[in-house]
């Protein structure tokens, strides 16, 4: 006899083998037999995504770093369509932001920081579609310029 708390999907494995998916509420089991395997949370996850360095279009390197919100949506694919589901994310929006930022010249980075964002959002989406996560949002947290390219722009202004 088990209780599964609200949020949450537990994963029971039978034999060794994918049985079924525990709702929240009463659920049994059976002992020697059933297994729980993985417990998925189902509420959003906030996860940091470290700092990191790019390179924009007129070959300028920010220091670039995010936070990135996601939910479980297919705790059956979240326990077996990735090893390390947070990970393979927070590696994902790192590689998609170096290439998005590629694309973008210093000032249009400032400028398009929205749909940057959005960009970002799409692309992690598209992949983690087949590993059960649905990211939510997307947000850059801080743009860190090389001091002598924050010198000029401030001698441009």
Known sequence: VLFVP??????VERM?????????????LIPLLDRIR???????????????????????????????????????????????????????????MRSELGKLSLDRVFRERESLNANIVDAINQ?????????????IKDIHVPPRVKESMQMQV
């Open 38 to 96: 993985y417990v998925q949370s189902l509420k959003e996850i906030v996860i940091n995504v470290p700092e990191q360095s790019a390179v924009t279009l007129d070959n300028v390197t920010l220091q670039i770093d995010g936070v990135l919100y996601l939910r479980v949506m297919d705790p059956y694919k979240a326990s077996y369509g990735v090893e390390d589901p947070e990970y393979a994310v927070t590696q994902l929006a790192q590689t998609t």
């Open 127 to 139: 992949a983690s579609d087949y590993w059960g996560i649905r990211c939510l949002r997307y947000e």
């Open 6 to 11: 609200q949020q949450e999907a537990w994963v």
């Open 16 to 28: 060794g083998r994918f049985h079924r998916i525990l709702e929240p509420g009463l659920n049994f």
